[in-house]
């Protein structure tokens, strides 16, 4: 569970499409809440079906595991490496008028991350490799902790969106620097799984 919750807490501070419409909310909307909260719908509905595909996916075929939990593992490796040599964008909120419709701006939030496809991929790279064969059903791991992600990203966009305008204007490097340090503790997490496998097989 700790282990989990370090990977969840890092990508939620990874900058991104989620960041910038969560600074977007706090520079132009009225309240952040609608936003925020469409954003962590999303995320809601994207656990549920992949706990439960997954879920099924490994209770029937076990070995899947251990093909999603390597497959997981070189993704964030991907990730991490990408986040180091690739040169980050500053993440700003756009010119466009955000509008005063609540309803709007929660389905708004709930599709950039509901069908943001790293968020998707992220958690099935990621969920996979935190369960475990005994206990719980696989499906129920995966939903436990995929809550934990979501109380993470709720936690750190309503910040993001309520700090927006004095990270903007006192702190403008800090998305370079959160994503770095992420990318360093992605790779070195994704190397260690990868190792771990290796040693079972052998």
């Known amino acids: 569970m700790l282990g989990f919750w ?58 899947a595991l251990t093909g999603l939990t390597v497959a997981g593992s070189a993704y964030l490796i991907y990730l991490g490496l990408s986040a180091l040599f690739n040169s980050a964008a500053h993440i700003e909120a756009s010119d466009r008028e955000f509008g005063d419709n609540r309803v709007a701006q929660f389905f708004r939030g709930a599709g950039v991350s509901g069908i943001n496809p790293k968020g998707v991929l992220l958690l099935i790279a990621l969920l996979p490799q935190f369960t475990t064969p005994h206990g719980w059903p696989s499906s129920m791991q995966m939903l436990a902790l995929g809550g934990l992600h979501i109380l993470d990203v709720a936690v750190v966009y309503f910040c993001v969106a309520i700090l927006a305008r004095r990270m903007l204007r006192s702190r403008p490097r800090a998305s370079m620097f959160v994503t770095k340090f992420a990318g360093v503790v992605m790779t070195l997490i994704g190397a260690g799984i990868l190792v771990e496998q290796a040693v079972k097989l052998l």
Do not use: Q
């Open 6 to 63: 370090v990977v969840a807490i890092l990508l939620a501070f990874t900058p991104g499409a989620d960041w910038a419409y969560a600074i977007a909310a706090g520079l132009r909307a009225k309240s952040v809440v609608p936003s925020v909260a469409g954003m962590v719908f999303g995320y809601v509905v994207v656990v549920v079906v992949v706990a439960v595909g997954l879920g099924a996916l490994i209770t029937r075929y076990p070995v």
